[in-house]
């Protein structure tokens, strides 16, 4: 009944808004998403994107079920001015041809499906071929520990041939009693991922979600790792793009965006000891 209710008020909120540079034709590219998810790990590689591949802010997204945030993004190193950043924002590059959406609040229960299945409308408008989703999952759930903690789910259409040496395709997690009435694909902690491969699967919209298993805590490892991934299979940092490796930090060629420098808050109050 629930589920019911929540597809009645979604048709109710058909309201996805898009501020953007119009002149910009975006045919043939790939837009990357993460989802909240559990340790934020696909919003932590897409900081790493962002920032390593140079990406230009094209507009921002708004929904009545976005979270409303806002605030002053940490200054580039290129531009050296302050930014204003809001719950959801495009970035673009265009020598890769992809379309980076970061994600900065969590996306309400209610409106969800409809955000979701008018940002695949949008896309599919505007001449982008495929969706390219960076997640995690509680690696608890995973039915085999010693299987890949990276791997992919994709619906049929996506070429992922590549991919699927670099990460194998998501293996079918055992539900818990009491929970057989969500629809497939069943990822514990991933957010809304299930949610975006059916709006995608229900569009006939190419779509892969590359997905970490991880736990909560300091996630920049796993968040390097699935963009070492992508790297590999997409070929997206240039030799002048990498900077120098340094064998002492988890980062390798990545450089460390300067979003992370508030990433766990201010240190504790020295008064206190």
Same mark, same amino acid.
């Given at each position: 009944?629930?589920?019911?209710?929540?597809?009645?008020?979604?048709?109710?909120?058909?309201?996805?808004?898009?501020?953007?540079?119009?002149?910009?034709?975006?045919?043939?590219?790939?837009?990357?998403?993460?989802?909240?998810?559990?340790?934020?790990?696909?919003?932590?590689?897409?900081?790493?994107?962002?920032?390593?591949?140079?990406?230009?802010?094209?507009?921002?997204?708004?929904?009545?079920?976005?979270?409303?945030?806002?605030?002053?993004?940490?200054?580039?190193?290129?531009?050296?001015?302050?930014?204003?950043?809001?719950?959801?924002?495009?970035?673009?590059?265009?020598?890769?041809?992809?379309?980076?959406?970061?994600?900065?609040?969590?996306?309400?229960?209610?409106?969800?499906?409809?955000?979701?299945?008018?940002?695949?409308?949008?896309?599919?408008?505007?001449? +982008?071929?495929?969706? &390219?989703? %960076?997640?995690?999952?509680?690696?608890?759930? /995973? *039915? =085999? $520990?010693?299987?890949?903690?990276?791997?992919?789910?994709?619906?049929?259409?996506?070429?992922?041939?590549?991919?699927?040496?670099?990460?194998?395709?998501?293996?079918?997690?055992?539900?818990?009693?009491?929970?057989?009435?969500?629809?497939?694909?069943?990822?514990?902690?991933?957010?809304?991922?299930?949610?975006?491969?059916?709006?995608?699967?229900?569009?006939?919209?190419?779509?892969?979600?590359?997905?970490?298993?991880?736990?909560?805590?300091?996630?920049?490892?796993?968040?390097?790792?699935?963009?070492?991934? +992508?790297?590999?299979? &997409?070929? %997206?940092?240039?030799?002048?793009?990498?900077? /120098? *490796? =340094? $064998?002492?930090?988890?980062?390798?060629?990545?450089?460390?965006?300067?979003?992370?420098?508030?990433?766990?808050?201010?240190?504790?109050?020295?008064?206190?000891?």
């Amino acid at each position: 009944m629930d589920s019911d209710q929540d597809t009645c008020q979604d048709k109710k909120m058909k309201s996805l808004t898009y501020v953007e540079d119009v002149s910009k034709d975006l045919s043939g590219y790939t837009l990357i998403s993460p989802s909240v998810s559990v340790g934020n790990v696909g919003q932590l590689a897409v900081d790493l994107l962002l920032h390593n591949l140079r990406c230009q802010r094209l507009g921002a997204f708004g929904h009545p079920s976005l979270q409303p945030v806002v605030g002053t993004l940490p200054d580039s190193d290129t531009d050296g001015q302050t930014h204003l950043m809001t719950a959801m924002e495009a970035y673009v590059c265009e020598k890769k041809k992809l379309l980076v959406i970061q994600i900065r609040a969590p996306i309400s229960p209610r409106g969800r499906l409809s955000l979701l299945a008018e940002l695949v409308q949008w896309a599919a408008e505007r001449g +982008l071929k495929r969706v &390219l989703q %960076l997640a995690s999952c509680h690696a608890a759930a /995973r *039915p =085999d $520990p010693a299987a890949p903690r990276l791997c992919h789910v994709t619906v049929a259409g996506d070429d992922v041939d590549a991919l699927t040496a670099l990460a194998p395709p998501q293996p079918e997690i055992p539900r818990p009693e009491g929970d057989a009435h969500r629809p497939p694909p069943y990822l514990p902690g991933a957010g809304f991922v299930p949610d975006l491969y059916r709006a995608c699967e229900a569009a006939k919209f190419p779509y892969t979600c590359l997905l970490r298993h991880t736990y909560e805590g300091n996630n920049i490892p796993e968040a390097v790792d699935t963009c070492n991934c +992508l790297d590999s299979w &997409l070929g %997206l940092l240039d030799e002048s793009q990498k900077s /120098r *490796p =340094d $064998p002492y930090s988890v980062l390798g060629r990545w450089r460390t965006p300067p979003t992370w420098s508030h990433l766990f808050g201010p240190a504790p109050d020295a008064s206190l000891y």
